[in-house]
């Protein structure tokens, strides 16, 4: 049963795409809690699952390409796994929204960024086409763009890249979901609009007391904005903690790994601690740990057994066995 | 000679596009995608050029490799103007400078294995024999990280962070002296990241060349460049030396760049944040390009443009509040 501080569970979740190369594991047994008014950090590189879970979650697996073989994701008293696509259809959108990487692509270029909100707005709440469109206005002026009721006329490629991200926060917003998942909001915009919408989201956990789940690569825009954060790699979690713990005492090897990458953590302007080696093809992932290829601190156990997840301290999990 | 130590020394360069409209494709107005961009590198220094997207730095790095035709200035390469240079000149200054592109993906030819793609430039500028060619070739892959029997394979068979590997072999199979690495990083992951960039210091060290880094992570710049310098809508804002230029950063818009970088010190500098966007390089802002987006903007910013003026040794600004 979920836990009451929980709104989201996300247990043993596996996704796999059938490919003519493989089976590719994509997710292959994560597991979360996603807590009442937080911002959780899905971290990991590219290949390692994360969107895949955020798809999986929503029931927006390519049904051609892919299923979700096992697991179970808990939101109120529903199975998102188990749930009927038409009643999943309604709180998609509305109770559970999401925000794509690129908001370029994700737009539609033919429809102004104003129909895109009404569509989703009067597809979920029943109010009329002058009122929709009040409340989108509302919303863009609330995302901080200045002279929103143009901007509601104008075309996505009208917009700066920027503009067109808070438009995506915007359609996000519109039916005041209770979870939003933000997939790399911030990765395909300059370092300026990075920081604003950084802020904007930051703004907004407060303001809209919603529970975010931020998905991204760089530890650096972790620190600014999670309270928690979830460490994947190979399509498993290999640790969960507090942000503050996971860049202070990073425990998992590949924690400690992917901070020492960075130009910014590095102590000294010597060299950089890099992971030696690459993530790992998903058709053929190693046995027992799947990082004990690059693992430095590699023993006969990791190439034999996969490890369990271990609660070292109350907020603080994590998967391996120098930890046992 | 004076200046021998200088390898290159850029002057007043400029790079419009012209734009045209109308049935008879009148000339309405220019792109000023570099304007009016001055700079000097020493041999065995680096220079980081960051900047935000749009504000001109990958043309800047390709029209010092003349891979843009500059509208004008001086690009002086060892003391030679190499603006005048016809087509065989060029081809000799090819030897010399060269240049590792942002997406190992679309550099690399997919038709083609990678070991002659490395060998390319040894065959155009017939640097070695055939059979010599096969040893250097495995010589370079070995260089960077790579093994010798993978020279068969095909771009499609490495992964990304191998492809900018093999990027970086082919710019260093002709021995250059300078190569202009634009966000060589930026489409890896962090940890394939730091693999590239320490292989990059390596080779610095090893054949002692120099870089032009061009890219818009701070914290890149910081780790691989000596001097860095600051663009925004095609100048330079401010040119200075690493440690200067990181503990005192004087133009406005460098402050608010490093400000706005995601940290992980625990000790949050306090962020200054820009408002809108960078202004587009068809129409700049009179005045300062930057004061529509300062926040420390004053009277004489809105009509009469900063020059890049020198206020400690080294360390150059482009701000009327230095005057």
């Known amino acids: 049963m979920r836990d009451k501080d929980n709104i989201l569970e996300v247990v043993n979740l596996k996704t796999r795409f059938f490919t003519r190369r493989g089976v590719v ?9 996603l807590r009442h008014g937080e911002c959780l950090c899905l971290v990991g590189e590219s290949g390692c699952g994360k969107s895949v879970t955020a798809l999986s979650i929503l029931g927006l ?20 796994i188990k749930c009927p696509p038409d009643k999943l259809r309604h709180i998609r959108g509305k109770e559970i929204a999401m925000i794509f990487q690129d908001a370029q692509s994700a737009l ?12 989703q707005i009067k597809l979920h709440l029943k109010v009329e086409d002058k009122e929709a469109k009040d409340r989108a206005i509302e919303l863009l002026r609330e995302m901080g763009i200045p002279s929103a009721e143009t901007a509601v006329n104008s075309y996505p490629h009208q917009l700066s890249g920027g503009m067109r991200q808070r438009a995506m926060v ?29 802020d904007l989201f930051n703004e907004l956990k407060i303001t809209r007391k919603m529970s975010l789940i931020f998905i991204t690569h760089d530890l650096g825009v972790v620190s600014e904005i999670g309270d928690r954060a979830v460490i994947i790699y190979a399509g498993r979690d290999v640790e969960t903690a507090p942000v503050s713990e996971i860049i202070e005492s990073p425990k998992h090897p590949y924690t400690v790994g992917l901070l020492n990458c960075l130009p910014d953590f590095a102590k000294t302007t010597d060299r950089l601690v890099s992971i030696r080696g690459t993530t790992p093809d998903p058709t053929a992932l190693p046995q027992g740990c799947t990082f004990h290829p690059r693992c430095p601190r590699v023993m006969d156990i990791c190439q034999q057994q996969e490890p369990q997840s271990i609660r070292i301290s109350d907020e603080h999990i994590v998967s391996c066995h120098l930890y046992n | 000679m004076l200046d021998h130590e200088i390898l290159l020394d850029i002057k007043n360069l400029k790079k419009y596009y012209p734009v045209t409209s109308g049935l008879f494709s009148a000339h309405v107005g220019d792109v000023r995608a570099v304007d009016g961009v001055s700079f000097q590198i020493k041999a065995g220094g680096n220079l980081g050029l960051v900047g935000e997207s749009g504000c001109g730095k990958s043309t800047l790095g390709r029209a010092i490799l003349r891979l843009e035709e500059p509208t004008s200035g001086e690009i002086l390469y060892k003391g030679k103007d190499i603006t005048t240079l016809d087509k065989k000149g060029l081809r000799e200054l090819r030897k010399e400078l060269q240049i590792v592109f942002q997406d190992p993906e679309a550099s690399l030819d997919p038709r083609m294995t990678v070991g002659d793609s490395i060998g390319e430039a040894l065959i155009i500028h017939k640097i070695v024999g055939e059979k010599e060619r096969e040893e250097k070739i495995v010589e370079l892959m070995k260089q960077v990280g790579l093994e010798a029997k993978q020279a068969d394979l095909y771009p499609h068979e490495f992964s990304g962070g191998q492809k900018q590997r093999i990027g970086i072999a082919r710019a260093l ?22 693999q590239v960039l320490n292989l990059m210091m390596d080779i610095q060290q090893e054949f002692g060349l120099s870089y032009i880094f061009i890219a818009h992570d701070l914290s890149v710049i910081k780790y691989m460049s000596h001097r860095v310098a600051v663009m925004y809508l095609g100048k330079i804002v401010e040119l200075g030396d690493k440690k200067e230029f990181f503990q005192d950063p004087l133009h406005p818009y460098t402050e608010a760049l490093l400000s706005a970088v995601p940290t992980l010190q625990s000790k949050k500098r306090e962020r200054i944040l820009l408002h809108g966007d960078v202004p587009s390089p068809l129409a700049p802002p009179p005045g300062c390009r930057f004061h529509p987006r300062c926040h420390k903007v004053m009277e004489i910013c809105r009509n009469i443009e900063p020059e890049l003026i020198e206020v400690s040794s080294g360390h150059q600004v482009a701000c009327h509040l230095y005057d």
């Open chain 1, 25 to 33: 594991k994509a997710v292959d047994g994560v597991n979360f809690e």
């Open chain 1, 61 to 80: 697996i390519d049904s051609l390409a892919g299923k979700v073989v096992d697991g179970e994701v808990r939101y109120n008293d529903l199975d998102l």
């Open chain 1, 108 to 119: 539609n270029p033919v429809f102004t960024v104003g129909d895109q909100i009404i569509e």
């Open chain 1, 170 to 198: 915007a359609m996000g917003l519109s039916c005041d979901p209770q979870i939003l998942i933000a997939d790399e909001p911030t990765t395909a915009v300059d370092v300026t609009i990075k920081a604003q919408i950084l």
């Open chain 2, 173 to 194: 199979a002709i021995n250059p002296s300078l190569i202009v690495a634009d966000e060589p990083v930026s489409a890896l992951d962090v940890s394939i990241q730091a």
